[in-house]
């Protein structure tokens, strides 16, 4: 996915505990590392801290997800997918809601999370779909 001029690359990044600064400042150094060896100049850092990834309701995820529906965000960049969540269905829903928008997510490695999830959505929609026909009800 080409990344648009005219949007900028959000960079996020999170630690479950607060007293992990060092855990951090290792993202932060991975992220902008990335920023500057792939000539990004147009940046926005996204950091919650003392958030576990097993909730998707964070205050930085919540504003980076504004600036994605506002236009603002081309591409999402972050040092792995845990980072997003920890929870399999809320990073599926993410990735969807980045998809709505046209939204990119790689890896500092230059994974494409995107298309790697897209997968796993449809395997989740099927997995799905089978317990509803031999169950009757919805698998949550």
């Not at 994974?111 to 989740?124: C, G, N, P, Q, T």
Request: hydrophobic residues 40%; contains cysteine; glycine residues 8%.
């Amino acid at each position: 996915m080409k990344q648009q001029p005219d949007k900028m690359t959000a960079y996020y990044y999170r630690a479950a505990h607060i007293n992990a600064d060092l855990y951090l400042d290792n993202q932060m150094y991975r992220l902008l590392h990335h920023a500057m060896t792939n000539g990004v100049t147009a940046y926005a850092l996204y950091v919650d801290n003392g958030f576990s990834g097993l909730s998707i309701e964070r205050p930085a995820l919540t504003e980076m997800k504004k600036a994605m529906s506002q236009g603002r965000i081309g591409k999402i960049v972050v040092t792995d997918i845990s980072r997003i969540s920890r929870n399999t269905v809320h990073t599926l829903f993410f990735s969807e809601y980045a998809a709505k928008y046209d939204i990119g997510i790689e890896t500092v490695g230059g994974e494409d999370l995107r298309a790697i999830l897209d997968k796993s959505r449809k395997l989740y929609e099927a997995l799905n779909l089978a317990w509803l026909l031999t169950k009757g009800g919805d698998c949550k």
